[in-house]
């Protein structure tokens, strides 16, 4: 009796065995298929991520080499618009973001040459935080002292700037000789009606 206990014993424990093998594979089968079944989404989202992030970095590189190309040309539309992008572009970056506003507030006082000194140089420090903050090195004093700007450039905006002066003269002028015009044609016309009128 007891040879035939241990053999039931010994059936019981290896079905047990079996059926504790066979939950364990499909349970590691099933977690498997899921993994496999979520790795390529997994791995899109994460892509996704990593273009994210490289695109804004881009930006906030592009960005900062244009306004320090520009740093000599404060007037500069592209300057102007990139300073007005900051806000978006930089989003999060506290340093930046305080430095820009900095400059904004300087930049909204009236323009006088120690105005325009002062906002050169919160320029420059905005300039240095972003340089810090994409990794740049170190910048020394050549960011404020060096920069290239052609003579020529100051000659074509000074001829810019007189053919737009020109342009708008012209402008008004021809609205004054408009309204001179038409004056004299209502004027004409009344006349004609008076006229029309006195033989009736």
């Not at 900051?86 to 930046?96: L, M």
């Amino acid at each position: 009796m007891n040879d035939s206990s241990e053999l039931v014993h010994v059936v019981i424990d290896s079905d047990l065995f079996a059926y504790l093998t066979f939950g364990i594979s499909t349970l590691i089968l099933l977690v498997t298929a899921l993994a496999v079944w979520r790795a390529p989404i997994k791995a899109v989202e994460i892509g996704k991520k990593l273009s994210d992030k490289q695109k804004k970095d881009e930006d906030k590189r592009k960005l900062f080499l244009t306004l320090f190309a520009l740093r000599g040309t404060p007037v500069n539309y592209d300057f102007v618009m990139g300073l007005n992008q900051i806000e978006i572009v930089f989003q999060g970056h506290d340093s930046v973001i305080k430095a820009w506003r900095t400059l904004r507030l300087e930049l909204q006082k009236d323009e006088t040459e120690e105005q325009r000194k002062i906002c050169m140089d919160r320029t420059y420090k905005l300039l240095k935080q972003m340089a810090s903050d994409l990794d740049y090195p170190e910048t020394n004093e050549s960011m404020d002292t060096y920069h290239y700007y052609p003579k020529g450039f100051e000659f074509l905006a000074m001829r810019d700037n007189n053919l737009k002066l020109a342009q708008s003269d012209y402008y008004k002028r021809s609205i004054e000789f408009y309204d001179l015009m038409t004056e004299v044609y209502q004027e004409a016309l009344l006349q004609k009606q008076k006229q029309k009128d006195a033989q009736q």
